[in-house]
């Protein structure tokens, strides 16, 4: 017997997972009930994280990590799910959708002062470590004089590598 080989079938095309609707008034109250205890949470973690950072303890913030990733995936979760009920809820609780919206407003305000602090305290570390790299290079480097009787600069071709250790 000839048996032709099986013809790979294409893989089911992926679906993207869709989130369910709210179906019902108590429903809609749990889920913003839900979401208003993770955004508390949440607003703890990043208040939290914002504190430490300004004073300098960037140890202490790496044990916020988890949390603030768990807890930002449920806050997503759920809006997620308001915002695919959005016409069933503007019908059943227009009142908390606009607190809600208030309440994601402030949280969004207390969210960027967060990634400025962040960005502050990456540019400062940046530039420490820039900062050494340029000292070690520059006692490294051997002093010479261009035609016109100045000091030249080194080229950075020739720069030494600068090693970090992140273990504190």
């Known amino acids: 017997m000839n048996r032709q080989p099986a013809t790979p079938q294409p893989a089911a095309p992926m679906q993207p997972t869709l989130t369910r609707p709210i179906g019902n008034a ?11 205890e993770i955004m508390d949470a949440l607003i703890g973690v990043v208040e939290e994280e914002t504190k430490l950072v300004r004073a300098g303890r960037l140890s202490e913030v790496k044990r916020l990590g988890e949390q603030k990733t768990d807890l930002s995936r449920l806050y ?39 990634l400025t602090v962040l960005a502050t305290a990456h540019a400062v570390a ?43």
């Open 76 to 114: 997503l979760a759920d809006t997620a799910r308001l915002q695919a009920s959005q016409p069933f809820l503007a019908k059943t609780v227009p009142g908390v959708l606009k607190v809600l919206r208030e309440r994601h407003d402030t949280f969004r305000a207390m969210l960027q002062v967060n």
């Open 26 to 36: 108590a429903e809609a109250q749990q889920v913003i009930g839900h979401l208003n």
């Open 126 to 168: 940046e530039g420490i470590v820039r900062g050494v790299s340029e000292e070690i290079n520059r006692q490294a480097a051997p002093t010479l004089y261009g035609a016109s009787g100045r000091q030249t600069v080194p080229d950075k071709r020739n720069a030494k590598p600068l090693a970090i250790s992140r273990v504190l």
